[in-house]
Every structure is written in C-alpha cells, then in structure tokens.
C-alpha cells in the first residue's frame, strides 16, 4: 500500500503543534547564541588575563628590585668604610 505524495497531497496539523515546532526553534536559536556570546565575552577575558599575566612576567620581580637595591647601598657603605679607613690612615 504505496501513497503517492505529490503537489496534491494534502497534509494537517494541528495549530498547537505548529506554533509548539515555532517556539522550540526560535528557543534553541536564542540559547546557540546566547552561548556563542557567553564564549566570546569568555575568550576576551581569557585573552585580557593573559596579557596581564605576560605583562607581569616581563617585570623584573620585587625580590631582584630589593636585591639591587642592597648592593647599591652595600657599595655606598663601602666606599665609607675605604674613606674613613684612608681618613684615619692619613691622620696617623
């Protein structure tokens, strides 16, 4: 028992379904791009931190900072300790 479907073929819905099928489309359709742009605000922020965490590592550390900065002062109370020592040397 074939049916032949053609350009006659006649076919029924029911309003309710028809406007269910609509609501699930138009539903799904807003929830892909709903996600789509959660991901992209996700990769932009993923993007921006990492920029910032690269930037950070191109900073020399706060430990090497203090750590010139003790050898400066080191030198600098060296030399007074070599003039004093010349000072008192020529007094004598």
């Known amino acids: 028992m074939a049916v ?24 799904a359709s807003y929830f892909v791009f709903h996600i789509e742009e959660r991901i992209d605000v996700l990769d932009m922020k993923l993007e921006k931190i ?26 600098h109370i060296q030399k007074q300790i070599d003039y004093n020592l010349e000072r008192k040397n020529n007094a004598n």
């Not at 479907?5 to 269910?20: F, N, Y």
């Not at 950070?56 to 003790?70: E, F, N, W």
């Open 4 to 27: 032949k479907i053609d350009e006659s073929t006649e076919i029924q819905l029911p309003l309710k379904l028809v406007a269910g099928l609509i609501f699930v489309i138009v539903a």
């Open 50 to 75: 990492t920029m910032q965490f690269d930037n950070y590592k191109q900073q020399p550390s706060r430990g090497h900072t203090d750590i010139a900065v003790l050898k400066t002062q080191l030198e």
